[in-house]
């Protein structure tokens, strides 16, 4: 699926939702996405995107939250979680 370029609202850094990376490490493994580049191409964002929101350093829209899920085979609910602030 291709970026839009059309800017969806993002879930705001400070909202306690972050990227499971551990979760999503070992499903983007299994599917030979090893390196940021290439998960950040599988997903249609770019390379520093992907390492912002790996960092919890920047949030993602729904669109998104649900297009990584669906490219890992999994749910945003198991990608995502609220972490202690």
């Known amino acids: 699926m291709q970026a839009t370029g059309k800017k969806d609202a993002a879930l705001p850094v400070g ?4 990227l ?9 493994e299994k599917r030979g996405l090893t390196s ?7 997903h249609g964002i770019g390379r520093t995107h992907m390492s912002l929101i790996r960092a919890g350093r920047k ?3 729904l669109p998104l939250a649900m297009r990584m899920a669906s490219d890992l ?3 945003v609910e ?3 979680g609220r972490v202690a602030a």
């Open 59 to 61: 949030g993602v829209s």
């Open 36 to 42: 940021v580049t290439g998960q950040a191409e599988r």
């Open 78 to 80: 198991a990608l995502f």
């Open 15 to 18: 909202n306690g939702i972050r």
């Open 73 to 75: 085979g999994t749910t």
């Open 20 to 28: 499971r990376v551990e979760v999503y490490d070992a499903l983007a």
